[in-house]
C-alpha cells in the first residue's frame, strides 16, 4: 500500500517553461490537495478536490491549474514557471465526507526550483 | 476561518514529557482540532484530533480545555525522533476539509 505518491520528486524550471505534477493516491479517497511550503512557514492550499471531475480553489490559487479525471489522481500544472513558485509542494488526500475518518495523508513532497 | 497560535519553538529533554500549547479564541462549536507534525524534509503527518473531550492514541494525548478555546498536544515521553514541527489546525465543518496551517511549534528534543 502506497498511500500518496508524488511524481517528480525534484524539479528545475526555467521561467517560461510548463510542467505537471503528479499525485497519486491508493486509499480510494474522495477528497485530495495542494499544498506549497515555502521556508519558515506553513503549508498554504493551492487547489482542492472533493470528487472525480471537481475542483475548486484554495488560498493561494493564481498560476496553477489542477485536474481530476481520475480519482487515484490529483495534477497540478504551471502553465507558465515564475521564481515566485519556487517551493515544495505537498499532496495530501482524505476519506471525506465522514469527519470521524478525515485524516489528512500527505506524499512526501516535490521541490520545484525556477531559475 | 477560525485561526490558531502556537509558540515558535519548544525545547525538551529526551525521556521527558512534552506539552505544546495552541490557542484558537474563535473556534467555532463545529471545529475539529486536528495536530499534525512535520519530520525534517517529509510530508505532514497526522497525531491526533478531537472536539470536545480529551484524547488519548498511541502517539500521543489531546488535552482540549472546557470552552475549547485552548488545546495541548501531550508528548508523554520525548524521543529523539519526535523533533519536527508542531501544526495545530483547526478543521471547519464546512465540508470540504479545507485545512489552515499556521507556523507551527518547532519542537527539539536534547539527548
Redesign the interface.
Known sequence: NAG?TQTPKFRVLKTGQSMTLLCAQDMNHE?M?W?RQDP??????IH?S?GEGTT?K??VPDGYNVSRLKKQNFLLGLESAAPSQTSVY?C?S?F??F?AK????????TRLSVL | DAKTTQPNSMESNEEEPVHLPCNHSTISGTD?IHW?RQLP??????VI?GLTSNVNNRMASLAIAEDRKSSTLILHRATLRDAAVY?CIL?P?S??????????TRLKVLA
Open positions: 500518496v477528497y490537495y499544498y519558515g512557514m506553513g503549508l498554504r492550499l482542492y472533493v475548486a484554495g488560498e505537498f495530501a482524505t471525506g465526507p469527519i478525515n485524516i489528512q495523508y500527505f506524499g512526501a513532497g | 475539529y499534525y524534509s517529509q510530508g505532514p503527518e497526522y484530533h501544526y478543521e465543518s465540508g470540504t476539509y479545507k485545512y489552515i496551517f499556521g507556523t507551527g
